[in-house]
């Protein structure tokens, strides 16, 4: 009888051990995702949302995989798909490129003041397309990266939303190229640090970033798309306890002060929520 008691011990002891942590420290996202509902509930327009916990690998949403147009977000994973091309040897950050016509876009940046024939080099382009948001330079690098190449690219990071002749996405995969930069960063700290810090040093911080005390980084990219009434956010925000990915995607807005604060609040009321978990 002892040895089977023994026996019976240890086959429980190793099913214990065994059991992967994370199931144990799973996160309770409901009452999370019901705080959301009742934000969006009283605004305009349809909003998508997606959270991961970077700790436990919790996760949540609302509308997270409804396409959205991604407007500017898109600028993310081109860099990251530049970044690696960069860290496997393939790209140098100081080679040239020309700024042509076809390049020319209105909008967001300062490139475009510059004449065509301009010459910039990669370290720039880079870095302005995400700090400044410039069009000029993200068009340059899409143009020299191939659009085919990054959109095999965003699928084979686990993108499902992606189109060859649509600029959308969904709050879902734009959330896993955000992780996917905070893991480069990890595994190729000299260039995915420079990425994170550009992304930390951009001058729109109106969204995500306002929505939680200033005193806590947060690496992100917006987007806007006004004939579609899009506004969008996505963040890797460095909770000191808790830190995660958030995604925040609207279309048919009633205006953009409505749809910057519906993703304050959110944000805001994301931030409390991890702050008491």
């Not at 006004?226 to 956010?233: L, Q, V």
């Amino acid at each position: 009888m002892r040895t089977i008691y023994l026996t019976l011990l240890c086959l429980l002891l190793a099913t214990t051990v065994c059991m992967p942590a994370s199931a144990a420290n799973k996160i309770n996202y409901q009452p999370l995702i019901t705080r959301w509902q009742q934000q969006i509930n009283i605004t305009t327009g349809t909003y998508g949302i997606y959270l991961i916990d970077i700790k436990t690998g919790s996760t949540a949403g609302i509308n997270e995989l409804q396409p959205f147009h991604a407007a500017s977000t898109i600028k993310l994973p081109i860099n990251l798909y530049l970044y690696e091309k960069i860290s496997a040897g393939d790209i140098s950050l100081h080679t040239s490129l020309t700024y042509q016509q076809k390049h020319f876009e209105g909008g967001t940046g300062y490139l475009q003041q510059n004449p065509v024939g301009s010459t910039f080099s990669i370290s720039e382009l880079a870095q302005a397309s995400i700090t400044h948001s410039d069009n000029v330079a993200i068009n340059i690098l899409y143009d020299f990266l191939g659009r085919a190449n990054v959109k095999s690219y965003m699928r084979r990071l686990g993108g499902k939303v992606v189109f060859e002749d649509k600029n959308s996405t969904c709050p879902r995969d734009m959330a896993i190229y955000m992780n996917a930069t905070r893991k480069f960063s990890r595994r190729e700290p000299q260039l995915g640090n420079m990425l994170i810090h550009h992304l930390e040093s951009t001058v729109f911080n109106e969204r995500i970033p306002a929505g939680v005390p200033s005193a806590i980084k947060v690496a992100h990219k917006i987007g806007n798309w006004p004939p579609t009434g899009t506004y969008n956010d996505v963040a890797y925000v460095h909770h000191p306890d808790s830190p995660y990915i958030l995604a925040i995607f609207s279309k048919n807005t009633g205006n953009r002060q409505d749809a910057f604060f519906t993703i304050r609040k959110i944000s805001e009321i994301t931030f409390q929520f991890h702050s008491e978990i």
